[in-house]
Nanobody, 120 residues
């Protein structure tokens, strides 16, 4: 059983910054790609950014140049540094990770979500 726990959300004014963290714990053998997704009210969940186990990032066009994804493999943690935040970034942000457990089974897990609200 693997758990993903997010932290770092909150309320910020437009132009401000927030840093999200997501730590994986449990029966972990290895972790593959990790990422962040978001879901605004009335909208579908969308990809924000992903990062491979080797550190190669991928970003949605809407956040390129403003958000930076990184990971600390020793801590099984992925981060999302969000700068120049806009009201349209307001959403619940979810962490996702491909995790291989100690039985060598791969699964895709989700965190519980953390609210990010950007006021204008």
């Amino acid at each position: 059983q693997v758990q993903l726990v997010e932290s770092g959300g909150g309320l910020v004014q437009a132009g401000g910054s927030l840093r999200l963290s997501c730590a994986a714990s449990g029966s972990i053998f290895s972790i593959g790609t990790m990422g962040w997704y978001r879901q605004a009210p009335g909208k579908q969940r969308e990809l924000v950014a992903t990062i491979t186990s080797g550190g190669i990032p991928n970003y949605a066009d809407s956040v390129k140049g403003r958000f930076t994804i990184s990971r600390d493999n020793a801590k099984n943690t992925v981060y999302l540094q969000m700068n120049s935040l806009k009201p349209e970034d307001t959403a619940v942000y979810y962490c996702n990770a491909r995790v291989q457990d100690r039985s060598y089974v791969w699964t895709s897990g989700w965190g519980q979500g953390t609210q990010v609200t950007v006021s204008s």
